[in-house]
């Protein structure tokens, strides 16, 4: 839960709401309540973006707030070629000290996303968890490749499910071939893997087999900013409401979560997806199915 | 119809069998018979080779041979990333002089491919033909839009459907985003567009309709010469064969022309092409199959 200030070929911001914990929730509460969310703020976090959240099912006893603190901000700036990013800052601030503690009342939960942090820190989410969820999916990143691989691939070692774009795939198993990447990493825990290639959609493996899901082609990607943890959220909350984490309901979420991430890029930061109604969801599903459905004959 | 010397990772050949015509052919005539071929070669192209299509009803009467001539050649190296590629030699020879001459045993032919080459090359081929084929389609690339941009968009506004990478889309059209020059592109005439995006698949665009078909993904991709046009001989010859032109069999011969680029990127050269059975290409089509099937509940 953040600030972002970002700057793309469309327009700029200077400060507006972001973090992956509150993409994720904004797609995951249209599909299941309650979403019991784990994160840190400082004082300075607007209580109405709290509020707005809540009112859909999102508790946020698990989300620790530093009065004196600042929230986490970062900034960025957008080529044309939306897939690549320069960082221009980023201010831990309170996430410096994040130290996560899950509340008894989050006990039990079967549905668990460890969103791209420190592997420690998500280790420790694991951890406390007093029963085993019945899936466990997690993002990372190539900093803490780089930088924390061994607890890294502690973590990826305990969970059902990974997410990562093409080129961390490529990183985290040393393979150019992501079919070959994608063998590597399975045995490196997870059963199931997700490799997500931005404009070019996304790679469900699990065992040998595969499923792939376009993106939606758009005239605008207006902000790409949160289209990850977007997908997540929709991803495992529609897993939640369909209970099937059976290879054929994973394919059916990565379709939810690709619609989910296509609403998040047509605004700035997590406008879009205050917005879209259930309507508006099934008949961006319908676009999905128009784009894939073919039959050959003779 | 050529000599290729190729390097990729895999390895390396000298003086191998290749060009656009020879590939197509061979797609192509899994399909449908006779494929006319028009195209020039010298006297050092192999009797051999031309028997062996021929066997499988690919007619040989508009290729000229030049008997004291060289084939053209081409020379390229590609790196670990298979979407780019180092140009090291090309030498027309023969093709310098190339001016198709149409037999009347072709004139009737009603699904025709125009490969890549000079526009005006491509415009004589379309005069020749007494009647308007059913489909026309069309390949290029960016050196005639750097080149010959007016007489490549006289072409481009003859044909029904038009296929392009997604930089030559770009290029093609001035515009960034795939879904705008899609639109820029079918305004200049075809009906179809085909954007084919290497690893990631290819759209096919019909008014404002959109079909996305994955490539499949493969351990690897030993020699990815001559994948395009593969796919193109395999999408004509599959419609040829089905005689349906609607938006609904395009859909069916864009996965029919991946399949078939997806056997040509395992070989050197067209060699995997000269081995595969129907039973290889049902085969395939089903693992397409499975890539892009789900089902969407609750």
């Given at each position: 839960m953040a600030f972002d200030a970002l700057e793309t070929p469309f327009g700029k911001v200077d400060r507006i709401i972001g973090g992956s914990a509150m993409y994720a929730a904004w797609a995951a509460s249209n599909f299941t309540q309650p979403v019991n969310q784990v994160s840190i703020v400082g004082g300075d976090f607007p209580q109405e973006e709290i509020t707005a959240l809540a009112h859909r099912g999102v508790a946020f006893e698990g989300v620790e707030v530093v009065p004196d603190g600042k929230s986490f901000f970062w900034s960025g700036r957008y080529h044309l070629d939306m897939n690549t990013r320069?960082?221009?800052?980023?201010?831990?601030n309170v996430l410096a000290q994040f130290d996560p503690k899950i509340p008894e009342s989050y006990q039990g939960s079967e549905y668990v996303m460890l969103g791209n942090l420190a592997p420690a820190v998500q280790l420790s989410v694991l951890k406390?968890?007093?029963?085993?969820?019945k899936l466990i999916i997690m993002d990372t990143m190539n900093f803490w490749m780089e930088h924390t691989m061994e607890e890294?691939?502690?973590?990826?070692?305990m969970v059902d499910l990974l997410m990562v774009n093409d080129s961390e795939a490529r990183q985290l198993s040393g393979e150019y071939s992501i079919v070959k990447a994608a063998k590597k990493i399975q045995e490196m825990g997870p059963k199931y893997l997700i490799i997500k290639?931005?404009?070019?959609?996304?790679?469900?493996?699990?065992g040998g087999k595969i499923f792939s899901?376009?993106?939606?082609?758009l005239e605008e990607v207006f902000d790409p900013t949160g289209a990850g943890d977007t997908f997540a959220g929709g991803f495992i909350g529609y897993l939640a409401r369909i209970k099937d984490t059976t290879f054929e309901g994973m394919k059916a979420a990565v379709i939810m979560g690709s619609a989910m991430a296509s609403f998040c890029v047509e605004k700035f930061g997590p406008?879009?997806?205050k917005e879209i109604t259930p309507g508006d969801i099934d008949e961006?599903?319908?676009?999905?199915?128009?784009?894939?459905?073919?039959?050959?004959?003779?």
């Open positions: 320069d960082t221009l800052v980023t201010d831990l406390q968890l007093k029963h085993r969820p890294l691939k502690q973590v990826i070692g290639k931005g404009e070019h959609g996304a790679l469900l493996f699990y899901a376009p993106a939606l082609p406008e879009r997806m961006r599903v319908q676009e999905f199915i128009a784009l894939m459905n073919f039959s050959i004959k003779g």
